[in-house]
């Protein structure tokens, strides 16, 4: 059974930062492209920033560098730092393994609230 469980979301002042945690199992992680994606209320899901097997990273040219996406294969996680928050990246955030249409899997989410 696949699972992705997201944690270290929180309340932050504009300014600060955060870390958020995607612990996978059930895959064979390091062979994953791993993403964090983010959805507001009314707003469509984003991607946020998404890692290759092979350590490649992309950014959202919104958190390009304030965010930083990391894996560590030994562990089966993938991290987000968010650095510089804007209460604009209040968002529920989501991890997604994928390696292909067939094997595509989603976290819960955990919750970042901006806010002074």
């Known amino acids: 059974?696949?699972?992705?469980?997201e944690s270290g979301g929180g309340l932050v002042q504009p300014g600060g930062s955060l870390?958020?945690?995607?612990?996978?199992?059930?895959i064979n992680f390091?062979?994953?492209?791993?993403?964090?994606?983010?959805?507001?209320?009314?707003?469509?899901r984003e991607l946020v920033a998404s890692t290759t097997s092979s350590g490649d990273t992309n950014y959202a040219s919104s958190v390009k560098g304030r965010f930083i996406i990391s894996r560590d294969n030994g562990k089966n996680t993938v991290y987000l730092q968010m650095n510089s928050l804007?209460?604009?990246d209040t968002a529920r955030y989501y991890c997604n393994a994928n390696l292909g249409s067939q094997f595509d899997y989603w976290g819960q989410g955990t919750q970042v609230?901006?806010?002074s």
């Open 86 to 88: 804007k209460p604009e």
């Open 113 to 115: 609230t901006v806010s």
């Open 19 to 26: 870390r958020v945690s995607c612990a996978a199992s059930g």
């Open 1 to 5: 059974q696949v699972q992705l469980v």
């Open 30 to 44: 390091r062979f994953y492209a791993m993403g964090w994606y983010r959805q507001a209320p009314g707003n469509q």
